[in-house]
């Protein structure tokens, strides 16, 4: 009768186990059925990594102005940002419209990314802005796309590149006819400037140059550096189960495709070992796609070990100084050839 009892109490203890294992193995495998039948599912895992609300960022000590934009129901944050040499004696914030009426300060539309970090935006905003060996002049002109930070609305791919025309076409309004406007796209921004590039492109208009700053590759490839359930599912479900997902939800935002697709000069800047923490940063493997299909693009490599995320959050202030020498170099000679 031991043997009975042990049975039965293998049973009690078996039992509770292959159940839930069952479940699992259920579960795991309904999933990606669920999620196929009901794309609007995905949005629910996807769109929290995407819509990040940032508060505008304290840029009181640069020369900057915000204001509004309607586009359709929603209304777009955008900001303003002049050099200094552009004011009248004593002025100290920029009045925008008199800056955007000079066709002498070029338009650099800036693309930020999904964690708009607003240090590093000034800092780009004083790297540029201060520079006298870009001589040609600059003004900035950033905003927030739809579910952004203080623009409302609802993040997806063809909201993010409906705002950024209704902004390029604001600025072609209102900006003096020949000023020159270049797009400046950092992380997540690459997948929307590149995409609206290519828009207005096929629309006849004129992006001067594009330049990729630790550029974004595609959506997927996000997903998949930060959940290893995507990893997994990835390999094991058919090739185009994902994109054409991404695609129904409409945050299927593809850096790689569109930058193939245009022929604007294009600058790409990375830190050596981006797309080894990142991975969802590969300026590579970007680059290489892209080349098979056109040629004005550079690539710029930051060799810098501890360098994690271009351009250096982790570096130290001398090393940050000499980056953004070499970086200011860079955009000087792209800019001016
Ligand atoms: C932007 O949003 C923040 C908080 O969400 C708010 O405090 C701030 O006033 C807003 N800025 C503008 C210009 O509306
Ligand atoms: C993005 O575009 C590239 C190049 O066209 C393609 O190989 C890749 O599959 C696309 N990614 C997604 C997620 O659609």
């Known amino acids: 009768s031991t043997a009975m009892k042990n049975e039965k109490l293998f049973m009690i203890l078996a039992y509770p ?20 039948t009901f794309p609007q599912m995905h949005k629910f895992f996807i769109a ?44 100290h914030k920029a009045p925008f419209w008199k800056v955007l009426g000079k066709k002498d300060y070029r338009i650099v539309m800036y693309f930020h990314s999904r964690e708009r970090d607003p240090p590093m935006f000034s800092s780009f905003c004083r790297m540029l802005l201060n520079d006298k060996r870009v001589e040609d ?31 390029y076409y604001w600025l072609r309004r209102n900006a003096h006819p020949e000023t020159e406007i ?39 490839t996000m997903l998949k550096s930060s959940s290893w359930i995507v990893r997994l599912y990835d390999k094991i479900l058919y090739k185009s189960f994902f ?53 004005f693009l550079f690539h710029i490599e930051w060799r810098c070990p501890k360098i994690t995320h271009w351009p250096g959050q982790q570096a130290s202030n001398d090393e940050m100084k000499q980056i953004l020498n070499g970086f200011r170099s860079a955009t000087a000679i792209f800019w001016n050839p």
């Open 17 to 36: 186990i292959i159940i839930l294992v069952a479940l699992v193995a259920v579960a795991f495998l309904a999933s990606p059925i669920v999620l196929y």
């Open 48 to 91: 929290h990594s995407l819509m990040i609300t940032p508060p505008i960022e304290d840029i009181a000590d640069l020369h900057s102005g915000s204001f509004f934009i309607s586009v359709g129901s929603s209304t777009l944050a955008v900001w303003h940002i002049a050099p200094k040499i552009a004011l009248e004696a004593g002025q």
């Open 137 to 167: 002049r600059i003004q900035i002109i950033s905003f927030d796309y739809k579910g952004f930070g203080n623009s409302s609305g609802e993040t997806t791919q063809s909201g993010a590149i409906e705002d950024t025309l209704s902004v």
């Open 182 to 220: 270049h797009f400046w796209s950092h992380g997540l921004g690459a997948g929307i400037a590149s995409a609206t590039a290519q828009r207005l492109i096929t629309d006849g208009e004129e992006v001067k140059s594009l330049v990729l700053e630790a550029p974004f590759y595609d959506t997927l």
């Open 243 to 295: 994109p054409e997902s991404l695609k129904i939800i409409d945050l299927n935002f593809n850096t790689t495709m569109s930058i193939s697709k245009i022929d604007v000069p294009t600058l790409v800047l990375s830190g050596e070992h981006d797309d080894k923490f990142k991975t969802e940063i590969n300026a590579r493997e970007l680059v290489r796609v892209a080349r098979r299909h056109r040629d």
